[in-house]
């Protein structure tokens, strides 16, 4: 059976603690992730609209690191596509536009109300938010969901958190 793929929207790239979670999972095959240069755009953009304090030479690092770890990540050549779609925010059509590209089964966003089935239904993809996509992998493989969990929270130095407090931190 082939692996599920995965599309990470912007929302769910920007939070730190999200992200490394979801590829954690990803990085134990429970999924292939994708993403654009677009989507990278975006949540860096919007990270540094709301932290002004954090050098965008960092972000950048960081978007650096994720496409040389995940080489098989990043899609590309879709712009032509961008213009087909109707979503009720067009700003968020080169998530769609990459999503198909990419052959994506899932959208993972928090932003579910601008990718409504009507639009994804054609072209087999599902919007789902990052909890709904969690707990549907912990319902394939609970041990490795867990094992992933764990390594996310013992990761964390500063603060160190109790299970629940990450839980916490990760809603």
């Not at 932003?111 to 709904?132: C, E, G, Y």
Request: with cysteine.
């Amino acid at each position: 059976m082939d692996r599920l793929t995965a599309l990470l929207d912007a929302y769910v790239l920007y939070p730190a603690g999200l992200r490394d979670l979801l590829l954690r999972l990803a990085d134990r095959y429970l999924f292939a992730q994708l993403w654009s240069p677009d989507i990278h755009a975006d949540w860096i953009r919007n990270l540094l609209a709301d932290r002004p304090d954090i050098d965008p030479a960092v972000l950048d690092r960081t978007r650096s690191i994720l496409d040389r770890h995940f080489p098989d990540a990043l899609v590309t050549g879709f712009d032509n596509l961008v213009s087909e779609f109707d979503l009720p925010d067009p700003d968020d059509r080169h998530v769609l536009a990459a999503a198909i590209h990419g052959r994506a089964d899932v959208i993972v966003t928090a932003n579910l109300r601008d990718f409504p089935s009507d639009s994804l239904d054609s072209n087999k993809i599902v919007a789902q938010h990052p909890d709904t996509f969690v707990a549907d992998l912990f319902n394939v493989d609970p041990e490795t969901v867990l094992a992933a969990a764990r390594e996310h929270r013992a990761a964390l130095c500063n603060p160190q958190r109790s299970g629940s407090e990450n839980l916490s931190a990760l809603e």
